[in-house]
Nanobody, 125 residues
């Protein structure tokens, strides 16, 4: 079963930066898109950012130019660079990916959607 590997969470002070990474095994044939969501305990999950195969990224309204998503298709890796972090950015950030694990799935235009386990981001004032 394909799993996403996440890293990069941690604790920073307000105004600081963090880089989240999200990777699928290099054996995966095609990663179509990667997205990040965040969830504060007791609240709904919010969309943070996504990046597609062509490198086009979209962001949640609250990002306001502070985050940048990037992707390396050859390595099946994606990153979310977060700058000017604020205390209200504190949450569990989880990546998700739409991918084709093998050429067969790709040829069938079948997408598999998987989620990472999440990583905690804590921003102190």
């Amino acid at each position: 079963q394909v799993q996403l590997v996440e890293s990069g969470g941690g604790s920073v002070q307000s105004g600081g930066s963090l880089r989240l990474s999200c990777g699928a095994p290099e054996s995966v044939y095609m990663v179509y898109s990667v997205a990040w969501y965040r969830q504060i305990a007791g609240e709904q999950r919010d969309f943070v950012a996504s990046i597609n195969l062509d490198g086009r990224a979209t962001y949640g309204d609250f990002v306001q130019g502070r985050f940048t998503a990037s992707k390396d298709n050859a390595k099946n890796m994606a990153w979310l660079d977060m700058t000017n972090l604020r205390p209200d950015d504190t949450a569990v950030y989880t990546c998700t990916s739409a991918l084709a694990p093998s050429y067969f799935e790709y040829s069938q235009r079948h997408e598999t959607h998987i989620w990472g386990r999440g990583t905690q981001v804590t921003v102190s004032s």
